[in-house]
C-alpha cells in the first residue's frame, strides 16, 4: 500500500480522537533546529479553546488488540487497515512542514502486539524528528496506558504534550465495553506523567538546563453518550482527574455510531449541545469555583439542554440574588449569569474609583438584558423579578446554531 493511501486510512482514523491541543508548548528552535512551536518562523492558528488547527493528525496504525465496542478500529471491526512505519511518519511530518501545511505533529495508534512495542514505535518517530532532524515544533503524543514507566520517560522528553485516554466516565462502563481496559491501568500512566512532570519542573528551578517533560502537560478524553452514564458522574470523574493528575485538560468527544455496532450501544449520537454544555460546566469547575453537586445536583443530574450550566444553577438557588455588584466578593460575582472572570476582575477594577452602574456594565458589553434580574447597581434594583415564575424565559438566550468555540468565547469574554 503506498503512502498516500495509508495518509488517507490513517488521517480519518485520527478524526475520533478529540484532545488536540498545542496550548502550553514552548520550543523554538535554534540555527540549527527546524520549526517553532511559538515566535516567528511559523504562523500558528490557535482556536479560541486553544486548539491549534494546523498538526498533522494521524495514526501510526488502525490495527489494534483490543476488542472496544464503540472503537471503529477495535479488531472485530472490519474497517480498512493501514500501519505506518515510523520512518513514513517523520518524512510526511517534514514534508508537510516544509511546505507550511503543518506546524506540528498530533500522533497516536492503535495497540500492536503490546502497549510497550506500540509505545516504542511512537517513541522511535518523536526522537527521529527531534535528534536526527532537529524538529521543534509541537507534538502531541498519545502515551498508551500499561506502557512501562522507562517508556513514557523516554516519551516525555520528545513530546510537548502526552494524553492518555481515559475514554469512558466510569469503570463500569469500561468493564462492559471495553473490558481489557481499566481506570486503574490508565490512571497509573497518568499518574506517572504527572509525577514526571512535577518533577521536572523542579529540577527546572534548580538548573534551567536540566531536560524538559512533557512541557505542555498531558490531557484526557472521554466518550459521551456511548453508555447511560449522567453528566453528574461524568463531571465527577473530569474533576477528579483534574484534582489527582494535574490535567490540562479534558475533552469530551459525543459518541458517533459505528457500523456493525454492538447491540449494547446507542443507534444514534447524543445531542450535539450535550457536548458544549459539559465544556461549559467543565469550564466552571476549574475557574469559576463551582462544584459537581451545584452543576449536576442529584435530583437533577443531567445537565440541561436548554440553558448554560450556571444559568441553570442560578435559576435553582434564586435566594443568593440580586448580588450588589458594588459589595460583592469576587467568587459570588463569578456565579452571577453573564460574568465571567475577565468582567469580574474589570468590575473590581472600577469600582475602586466609583460605583458600578448599568452604563458601566454595557461598555464591558455584558449580556444586560440576562443578568438584570440578578443584580443590584447603583442606579438599578429589580422588584420582583428574581420570584417571576417566568424568569425562566425571559433570561434563557434563544436557540441559535452552536459554534465549535462558544464556550472559550464565553468564557474569555463575560458571557457565560
Request: aromatic residues 6%.
Given at each position: 500500500?503506498?503512502?498516500?493511501?495509508?495518509?488517507?486510512?490513517?488521517?480519518?482514523?485520527?478524526?475520533?480522537?478529540?484532545?488536540?491541543?498545542?496550548?502550553?508548548?514552548?520550543?523554538?528552535?535554534?540555527?540549527?533546529?527546524?520549526?517553532?512551536?511559538?515566535?516567528?518562523?511559523?504562523?500558528?492558528?490557535?482556536?479560541?479553546?486553544?486548539?491549534?488547527?494546523?498538526?498533522?493528525?494521524?495514526?501510526?496504525?488502525?490495527?489494534?488488540?483490543?476488542?472496544?465496542?464503540?472503537?471503529?478500529?477495535?479488531?472485530s471491526s472490519d474497517t480498512a487497515r493501514a500501519r505506518f512505519t515510523p520512518a513514513e511518519v517523520v518524512q510526511l511530518t517534514l514534508d508537510f512542514y516544509k511546505r507550511n501545511y503543518i506546524e506540528g505533529l498530533f500522533l497516536s495508534s492503535g495497540v500492536i502486539k503490546s502497549p510497550d512495542y506500540t509505545m516504542e514505535q511512537l517513541?522511535?518517530?518523536?526522537?527521529?524528528?527531534?535528534?536526527?532532524?532537529?524538529?521543534?515544533?509541537?507534538?502531541?503524543?498519545?502515551?498508551?496506558?500499561?506502557?512501562?514507566?522507562?517508556?513514557?520517560?523516554?516519551?516525555?522528553?520528545?513530546?510537548?504534550?502526552?494524553?492518555?485516554?481515559?475514554?469512558?466516565?466510569?469503570?463500569?462502563?469500561?468493564?462492559?465495553?471495553?473490558?481489557?481496559?481499566?481506570?486503574?491501568?490508565?490512571?497509573?500512566?497518568?499518574?506517572?506523567?504527572?509525577?514526571?512532570?512535577?518533577?521536572?519542573?523542579?529540577?527546572?528551578?534548580?538548573?534551567?538546563?536540566?531536560?524538559?517533560?512533557?512541557?505542555?502537560?498531558?490531557?484526557?478524553?472521554?466518550?459521551?453518550?456511548?453508555?447511560?452514564?449522567?453528566?453528574?458522574?461524568?463531571?465527577?470523574?473530569?474533576?477528579?482527574?483534574?484534582?489527582?493528575?494535574?490535567?490540562r485538560r479534558v475533552y469530551y468527544s459525543a459518541y458517533s455510531p459505528i457500523p456493525l455496532v454492538d447491540a449494547r450501544l446507542p443507534a444514534k449520537s447524543p445531542p450535539l449541545v450535550r457536548e458544549h454544555r459539559?465544556?461549559?460546566?467543565?469550564?466552571?469547575?476549574?475557574?469559576?469555583?463551582?462544584?459537581?453537586?451545584?452543576?449536576?445536583?442529584?435530583?437533577?443530574?443531567?445537565?440541561?439542554?436548554?440553558?448554560?450550566?450556571?444559568?441553570?444553577?442560578?435559576?435553582?438557588?434564586?435566594?443568593?440574588?440580586?448580588?450588589?455588584?458594588?459589595?460583592?466578593?469576587?467568587?459570588?460575582?463569578?456565579?452571577?449569569?453573564?460574568?465571567?472572570?475577565?468582567?469580574?476582575?474589570?468590575?473590581?477594577?472600577?469600582?475602586?474609583?466609583?460605583?458600578?452602574?448599568?452604563?458601566?456594565?454595557?461598555?464591558?458589553?455584558?449580556?444586560?438584558?440576562?443578568?438584570?434580574?440578578?443584580?443590584?447597581?447603583?442606579?438599578?434594583?429589580?422588584?420582583?423579578?428574581?420570584?417571576?415564575?417566568?424568569?425562566?424565559?425571559?433570561?434563557?438566550?434563544?436557540?441559535?446554531?452552536?459554534?465549535?468555540?462558544?464556550?472559550?468565547?464565553?468564557?474569555?469574554?463575560?458571557?457565560?
Open positions: 500500500m503506498d503512502v498516500r493511501k495509508k495518509l488517507e486510512i490513517l488521517a480519518d482514523a485520527a478524526k475520533y480522537d478529540a484532545s488536540c491541543s498545542s496550548s502550553g508548548g514552548k520550543r523554538k528552535a535554534g540555527k540549527e533546529g527546524l520549526g517553532s512551536v511559538e515566535g516567528m518562523g511559523i504562523c500558528h492558528s490557535y482556536t479560541p479553546d486553544g486548539r491549534c488547527v494546523s498538526l498533522l493528525k494521524i495514526l501510526l496504525t488502525n490495527f489494534c488488540i483490543y476488542d472496544c465496542q464503540y472503537c471503529i478500529n477495535r479488531i517513541i522511535q518517530v518523536t526522537r527521529t524528528l527531534r535528534e536526527v532532524h532537529g524538529f521543534q515544533g509541537y507534538i502531541h503524543l498519545k502515551a498508551v496506558p500499561g506502557a512501562s514507566r522507562e517508556l513514557i520517560d523516554k516519551a516525555g522528553r520528545y513530546a510537548d504534550r502526552l494524553s492518555a485516554n481515559i475514554e469512558l466516565p466510569t469503570d463500569s462502563d469500561l468493564k462492559r465495553l471495553a473490558p481489557e481496559k481499566s481506570f486503574a491501568v490508565t490512571g497509573g500512566t497518568m499518574k506517572e506523567i504527572s509525577t514526571r512532570v512535577e518533577q521536572s519542573k523542579a529540577e527546572r528551578m534548580e538548573s534551567p538546563k536540566a531536560p524538559k517533560f512533557a512541557p505542555a502537560g498531558q490531557s484526557t478524553q472521554m466518550i459521551v453518550g456511548a453508555t447511560p452514564t449522567p453528566d453528574a458522574a461524568i463531571l465527577d470523574t473530569a474533576s477528579r482527574l483534574y484534582t489527582r493528575f494535574k490535567l459539559l465544556y461549559q460546566a467543565d469550564w466552571l469547575l476549574r475557574f469559576y469555583g463551582f462544584r459537581v453537586d451545584e452543576l449536576a445536583p442529584p435530583e437533577q443530574p443531567d445537565l440541561s439542554l436548554e440553558m448554560d450550566p450556571k444559568l441553570a444553577w442560578a435559576l435553582r438557588r434564586r435566594e443568593a440574588f440580586p448580588m450588589d455588584v458594588n459589595r460583592a466578593p469576587r467568587e459570588a460575582l463569578l456565579r452571577v449569569p453573564g460574568m465571567g472572570v475577565r468582567t469580574v476582575d474589570r468590575l473590581i477594577r472600577i469600582r475602586r474609583w466609583h460605583r458600578i452602574t448599568l452604563a458601566d456594565l454595557a461598555r464591558l458589553r455584558v449580556p444586560l438584558t440576562r443578568m438584570k434580574p440578578f443584580i443590584v447597581t447603583a442606579d438599578h434594583r429589580p422588584t420582583g423579578l428574581i420570584d417571576s415564575p417566568r424568569l425562566a424565559e425571559r433570561v434563557t438566550p434563544p436557540a441559535t446554531q452552536l459554534s465549535l468555540f462558544t464556550s472559550a468565547q464565553e468564557a474569555l469574554t463575560g458571557e457565560l
